[in-house]
């Protein structure tokens, strides 16, 4: 069966009439044309199964046990849902008074429930999923959420997010690099939920707490930091950063002075110490403590100690930045429950412009900007030019001003986030255009030079005589959606017959191989329909996975005889078939090469 995409066409061979003695040619309306093309390919949502005689296919064998240790744990508006279980996936189904209100598939041992009600009492249900959609009896557990929090009394500033305004402009600025990221209030069941909304490849994305953080001794104790959120999720990273100097966002070579610690889904670094292994705990949202004492650092997950260092800063205050990476497909969607600081001494605020480095014309149109005494352009810029950049202007309607890096000490390096201010008098903020946007451009030494501006802020004085205009600041952005599920990670390898990988995908004789399918879910994944294997574009195997539902991830091994193909180099592709029409096809491919 030859691997095609149909077009279906309707043809229909017109009469011919005489009328009056005219010929008229009947057309079918429904035939191709111009004005109505032929109807596209159905979706493919199925499976159909299929091996012809170079391959055996594996089949369904006894159905998985049931989960063990299922467990439920409360917490405000939310249940989350752990169980004990070693298959590819999960089904878990969330329960109100005997109706199933929702259901989500995962690949974890893990997932979380949000957007609930404190006062009903919820029953979830867990049924293991294994390769082809069988599934186990189920797993039950009852319980309400809570509205019960951690002790918080050591934090002056805590923001759960729930307010009227969320999140709080005067509290919290989002730096990203040309805004590939947003960060609002979440949607539906993250209604009450802080959420980051990315797609900015591997580059990092920063929740700048305007508020600093001021180091004071109390009992030994100099001061705190608090998040609690489901990021890191399996492939990404939480950074928490301290910066002695107004800086918005930085990467991996961050200004002198910071103290920095990374958090991965199976391990944490605190400065001063090696990396310690955490067990992981993706798809839940996670109480993160960094805490800061005269004799080091500790970091405490959920209440628990989990890492400690000797480090303990020089400064006594600096920008709190909270550092989100997504996966590798750059797709980066965060939930944020809370965050807390032992200082709470927030800056007068005033909404700042749009500020753009990409157009700078001079506008026929221009504005002052109103209620403001001056500010602090705050800029990220980065450029591969190995040459003298520093130090750097920023050019504003006509007007050149100093920018200095934004740590005393911070030297420039080629390829890196590098963090500079400039100091603004109330008449250099021109706004230009119907936007009303502060254009600017930066240079470097050489004033033909212009590094790429990634992130600019502009941290306003206000003017306590007049009042700023509400016309000119950059509006809110929409609330975000959850991006759409999508299908398990595929790759593939190739084993001789003692189950050994084959190293390079190269075959040493003619004879029987297994081509191992693997399948990788994360904590919300897309129904899976079933796996066809392609050899050159035909189609050799078809598995189909939805014995009693949608299978979520897995394993599949198919024994080949790599004697009914031709010697020499051969395409293997597998194609993953969702159950849901709106979610793409998966694909991964490799060449693998048979002898003579």
Known sequence: MERRVLRRAGYVAGGLVLVAGAVVALRNVDAPSEQNPPPPAPIQTTVKEFVNEAAVAPKPGARPERPANLTLIPGPHRLQVTWAAKTP?????????????????????????????????????????????????????????????????????????????????????????????RMTRGLGDDSRRLVISAACG?????????????????????????????????????????????????????????LRVKITADSVTLPGADAVAIPPKTGLSVRWELVLRTDGLSLWRDGTKVAASGFVPTWTTATPLFGFTGPPNGLTYIG?????????????????????????????????????????????????????????????????FPARPAVEGHVFAPSYRFPIVADLPADALVLSGDRRELRITV?????????????????????????????????????????????????????????????????????????????????????????????DNKRIVGIPTMVDGPAVAGQWRVALNSGAFEPGPHILEVKAVSTDPNVAPGFTNTTWSIPR
């Open 443 to 535: 240079r470097g030494a050489n004033p033909a030079i212009s590094p790429v501006v990634q992130h600019a802020e502009l941290e306003l004085i206000p003017d306590p005589a007049t009042k700023p205009s509400p016309n000119q600041a950059e509006p809110p952005p929409e609330p975000a959606a959850r991006p759409a599920l999508m299908l398990a990670s595929f790759d593939t390898q190739f084993l001789d017959a003692a189950g050994q990988k084959i190293e390079n995908n190269e075959i040493m004789s003619r004879s029987r191989v297994v081509l191992e399918v693997n399948a990788d879910g994360g904590s919300a994944q897309a129904g899976l329909a079933g796996v066809e294997i392609f050899v």
């Open 202 to 258: 591997n580059e990092s994305v920063a929740l700048r707490s305007r508020t600093p953080l001021q180091l004071k001794d109390i009992g030994g104790e100099l001061g705190r930091m608090m998040i609690e959120t489901d990021c890191p999720a399996k492939d990404g990273s939480l950074v928490l950063d301290l910066v002695p100097g107004p800086a918005d966002l930085i990467d991996t070579s961050p200004p002198p002075g910071t």
């Open 336 to 400: 944020i429950d809370a965050i807390g600081l032992s200082s709470a001494d927030t800056p007068p605020f005033v909404a700042p412009p749009r500020i753009t480095s990409t157009n700078i014309s001079r506008a026929a149109n221009t504005e002052l900007m109103a209620g403001v005494l001056g500010g602090q352009l705050r800029m990220t810029v980065r450029t591969t030019i190995r040459e003298q950049m520093m130090p750097f202007t920023v050019e504003i309607a006509g007007r050149a």
């Open 89 to 181: 996936g999960y089904e878990v189904q969330l329960r109100g008074d005997g109706d199933v209100l929702r259901t989500r598939l995962v690949a974890g041992n893990a997932m979380q429930f949000d957007g609930l009600e404190n006062t009903v009492e919820y029953q979830v249900d867990v049924r293991a999923v294994d390769s082809f959609g069988q599934r186990s009896e189920p797993s039950t557990a009852r319980k309400r959420p809570s509205a019960n929090r951690p002790d918080e009394s050591r934090y002056a500033l805590v923001d759960h997010f729930d307010g009227p305004v969320a999140p709080d402009p005067a509290r919290w600025r989002l730096a990203n690099n040309a805004a590939c990221a």
